[in-house]
């Protein structure tokens, strides 16, 4: 008895069950039958293929979906998303919708100055103003990032104009892009202007003035302003954004008091040392003759990529180190990464300097054997590589038979070759390519006229002196520099430009009497005895 009652419990349980499944079943057909705007959304999240994301808009097609301004501008970001290169499908989405609302237009906008054409996101836009569609603060980072990637300076001027007669110009996020956009196209004054009139800075402010002055040269403004970044209590702490463009600078000018700070800070805070603050790092070490340290930071970043064991090798290269420059190529292959270009360059470089000549060929032969274009800077080290050894003949010949165009970069490591030899003949010949190819770099004439004069030819190296001054070709004045409070002063011959000129030279002359007078007092008691 009690059997059966058992059994009937289970036949009744699976009816249950049967009829849930059933019911389940019917809500699913049911929903897909009446899914809407949100539903196609949440497909299109999950999408993470081109594949996917087709068979979803031929659902959305089929539903009637294609004219939702919503639902395609989703479309347009999945397709820009997932093409990785292309904005054909997306453009199609965009072309086909006959209303289009701002947020539809800022998504093309962004997926042409992410992707390119560049061009084509500028010409979005002024399709969209042609329009009549009112701009937003989301639409102006896009159009400008597209405009400093493409150097345009004078339309990205016309839309900073734009900015200011919408009251955009002083957001946050439109001033920020304004900042990066007038430095990648070197405006660095228009880039401090628009900086400084930015109210509340945040720290990608901060992040894109510091980032502008390294790129263009202007390090001594970048230490400055990342000095005064620390300074002030409003800004929230620097990133490792902040920290990556800085080191550049640290790079630059060799401010090891900058770096150790970073250093410093990066491991009191427990930031992460990744490939780009980690390469940043070695190179800032390396430039400060700091190759043990170099070595130490190496050996902490855990996913090293080509650029960190670039930035070792070279450290190795530029110290006289060239046999563990050597290995850390070996290492390099054994962790699985393809060398590139730079890599066999800083190789070269390493051999040059150690005037390791057998190594030197063996790794220049072995470009082919990676797939590794020989450009002409690889040349260059050949040749640099074979003069610095003697072998004046085979660099010649190295010259006459590259494939590419022989520049500047070689006949110079040709002239700087038969300098150490001399060479005048080939001197002459590689001083005439370098006057035609690099007119105004005085240090080619002024080699020549040495030499010149080395060999009691006095006519003809007051004829290349001569030709410096019609010319009007000066070599860089050299200057002195000192860190102070980790600001680094620059001084040149005669230079009066300091701010604190007056008081520098007031200073001088009151240490020169005081050295008069010691010296006077000295030699008065030499005199009593």
Sequence with gaps: MHGLVRQAE??????????????????????????????????????????????????????????NPFLVAKLVGKYTEQSGSNMEDARKVFDSLFERDIFVWNMVIQGYANLGPLKEALNIYDQMRLSGVSVNRYTYPFVLKACGAMKDGKKGEVIHGHTVKCGFDLDLFVGNALVAFYGKCQEMEASRRVFDGIREKDIVSWNSMISGYTVNGYVDEALMLFSAMLQDCTVCAPDSATLASILPACVQVSAIQVGFWIHSYIIKSGMEVGAVLGSGLISMYANCGRVNIARNVFGRISDKNIVVWNAMMRCYGMHGHADEALEMFSGLVEAGLQPDGIVFLCLLSACSHAGMIVKGREFFKRMEDYGVEKREEHYACMVDLLGRAGCLDEAVDMIRTMPVQAGKNVYGAMLGACRIHNNLELAEEAAEKLFVLDPDNAGRYVILAKMYEDAARWEDAARVRKVLREKNIRKPIGCSSIEVDCIHHTFGVEDESHPFTEQIFDTLERLDRIIDEETNDYFLELLLL
């Design 10 to 67: 289970l036949l009744v349980t699976r009816r249950v069950s049967f009829t849930s499944i059933r019911f389940f079943i019917g809500a699913r057909t049911y929903t897909r039958l009446q899914r809407d705007s949100y539903d196609y959304t949440h497909l299109l999240q999950r999408c993470k293929s081109i594949k996917c994301i087709k068979k979803v808009h031929a659902q959305i097609i089929i539903g009637g979906y294609e004219q």
